[in-house]
């Protein structure tokens, strides 16, 4: 049976398309936030990363009412590389609402995620956002949203998919645009109507799927998911399904639903719902709890693999344990481990006859940024490895991971775009000049030939460019693939950097260090201008005579340091480099800070 109490749905869309700024519309019309309750922009992000780089990372879930219908709500991330959230929150619902800029239209990210939710045979309900702005172009943009579901395969019940249109900004919904509506009530009236109540069986056993992990200090490990059938009460016990077998006679100390951005206390709960349990701990995403005496667990959870990896290490340079609170193997181990019991997606192990060492393997670069930069804010010190993709043998035969490449830049620098993928083994597969002095092209190139080539991007088209990747399969290992055409600036010895030194290097290189920075041997400091590597004395300071000639004093000025994120950082490092992370400092530094070795390697 159809339980129509309830609607469980997720919103889906690209990056910045608004999804998260149309949730802060449903709260707020739906009567969750009190009269006058002070409530920021974008609640759902609540990580102080999803902040800061305007990107949804976690996908979050909260409910309103509508009409005694209770809707469940699932904010998803719009990037690639969050894919196991994704794989996650559509797990939970129902139907989805698929979000499109009316201007930029269905982007790759998009394509992704309609991907999923297809292969999932769930209703979609489009949405055009934004259609304020003055470069809308609605008609194009259904158009091309229509040919991304035949592109996809999608049936024809699900390529019949209702439209609305919408500001997500004003909180304004409309069935046909200029029908005077002035609120989101369109939206709510068609969620009701086009996604059906879960189907569940009050009478078979529970089953209930933990598809999110979240925690808290009071109650400690808490379960989120959907209860797929059946009933689940306080003071009863169950079993928890694992991987490596049941655990019975577990019992709840809290059972939670969700209401708005809050978890309500409750006695029991019902099919079709998103809940929260507490009370067990050493739970995985993926178990079930079910019945005590006929436990029947629900499927695990299938995630994609990874396709990039990185090798996580303890410092170990001359300014460990200078900075952070947390530096032993031990450390970085455990909250590695931690990461993986609420990211699916992420998979890790400790590198054979090490114990300082531990491959972490993920969806991308992004994704490793952002937990790279968590553990940094909370205090831990470590480096890390270029990233590297993770092949596999298909048919006897090494293979790679592919991606297709969107770009969208001013048609100037198409040439240099072009020239520099396929130096990487990219090979263009379409191109379309809109007339506007813009062009789109796409590629396919391997996910190895796109390590370090975002900034390379930005640099070539002056910032002017959009580039979207997006995974797309595996093919036959392409050979070698140049990647960066420049040698490093190292320092030779410890010290404190000097504008003398610094003005010295300036015809040498651009340099990454402020005059003042505390550097050792073996450290980077800077881009040289050609191919190979020069080890600097950068700590150089001018001596000092009694004798002056007219103009001695004059006031050097200097090129400012081209400081590095943490981002750029994991793109510039070369194979035998790394990039020294803690709570104060990001630094590049040689795998191996002694020149001597560095050169009997070299010659080997």
């Not at 701990?281 to 299938?302: A, F, M």
């Not at 651009?510 to 190979?532: D, L």
Request: aromatic share 6%.
């Amino acid at each position: 049976m159809r339980k129509e109490s309830f609607r469980n749905i997720a919103i889906i869309a690209h990056v910045d398309h608004g999804k998260t700024t149309l949730v802060d519309g449903m709260l707020g019309q739906s009567g969750t936030f009190r009269q006058h309750q002070a409530v920021e922009d974008r609640v759902m992000d609540s990580m102080d990363l999803e902040r800061e780089r305007g990107i949804t990372i976690m996908a979050k879930n909260t409910s309103i009412w509508y009409k005694d219908i209770k809707i469940n709500i699932m904010d998803t991330p719009g990037h690639a590389d969050f894919g196991g959230e994704v794989e996650r929150g559509l797990n939970l619902v129902d139907g989805v609402i698929l979000l499109v800029d009316a201007s930029e239209g269905p982007l790759p990210q998009t394509r992704f995620v309609v991907k999923k939710a297809l292969a999932r045979k769930l209703p979609v309900i489009l949405i055009i956002n934004k259609i304020d702005r003055h470069d809308a172009r609605i008609d194009e943009v259904i158009s091309d949203v229509y040919d991304l579901f035949i592109d996809l395969d999608a049936n024809d019940e699900q390529i019949d998919f209702p439209i609305l249109y919408t500001n997500a900004k004003e909180g304004v919904a409309h069935n046909e645009l200029g029908d005077g509506s002035t609120d989101l009530k369109p939206l709510f009236e068609e969620i009701i109507k086009t996604i059906p109540g879960p189907e569940i069986d009050e009478g078979q056993v529970p089953q209930f799927l933990v598809t999110s992990l979240d925690y808290d200090s009071y109650v400690g490990q808490i379960l989120i998911g959907r209860l797929q059938n059946g009933i689940l009460e306080m003071n009863k016990q169950y079993t928890l399904c694992g991987k490596d077998g049941n655990r019975s006679r577990v019992k709840f100390s809290a059972i939670y639903t969700f209401h708005g951005l809050d978890k309500k206390m409750v006695d029991s709960v019902e099919a079709g719902d998103i809940i929260a349990v507490a009370g067990i701990e050493d739970v995985n995403i993926g178990d079930s709890i079910s019945d005590l005496e006929n436990p029947k667990p629900l499927p695990r959870i299938d995630i994609d693999e990874p396709t990039v990896s990185m090798i996580f290490y303890v410092n170990t340079s001359p300014f460990a344990g200078t900075e952070g609170k947390f530096l032993t193997s031990r450390h970085i181990k455990a909250r590695l481990q931690k990461e993986m019991l609420t990211n699916v997606s992420l998979r890790v192990d400790q590198i054979s006859g090490r114990t300082d060492a531990f491959e972490v393997a993920g969806r991308g670069e992004l994704q490793m940024a952002v937990l790279i930069e968590t553990m940094r804010r909370e205090g831990y010190e470590f480096m890390v490895s270029k990233p590297q993709v993770i092949t596999k043998a298909i048919d006897g035969i090494k293979s790679e991971p592919v991606e297709q490449v969107f770009v969208d830049l001013p048609e100037e620098f198409t040439g240099v775009i072009t020239e520099k993928l396929s130096k990487r083994k990219g090979r263009m597969v379409n191109l379309t000049n809109t007339g506007s002095g813009r062009a789109n092209l796409e590629f396919m190139v391997p996910s190895r030939g796109l390590i370090g080539f975002r900034s390379q991007f930005l640099t070539d088209t002056r910032g002017s460019g959009v580039m979207n990747t997006l995974f797309d399969g595996y093919e036959p290992w392409f050979g070698p693939i140049p990647q960066r055409n420049s040698g490093t600036l190292i320092a030779d010895r410890p010290g404190q950097v000097t504008a003398y030194a610094s003005y010295a290097m300036e015809d040498r290189g651009e340099i990454f260090v402020a005059v003042g920075s505390q550097v050792y041997n073996g450290m980077v400091i800077g881009e040289r201008n050609k191919m190979t590597d020069l080890t600097v004395n950068i700590t150089k300071t001018k001596k000092l005579t009694n004798m002056r000639a007219a103009a001695a004093d004059a006031t050097v000025t200097l090129r400012p340091p081209r400081l590095m994120s943490l981002d750029q950082s994991i793109e510039f490092i070369a194979e035998d480099e790394l990039v020294e992370i803690t709570p104060q400092s990001i630094r590049l530094r040689k795998m191996e800070l002694d020149e001597n070795k560095r050169k009997v390697k070299t010659r080997s």
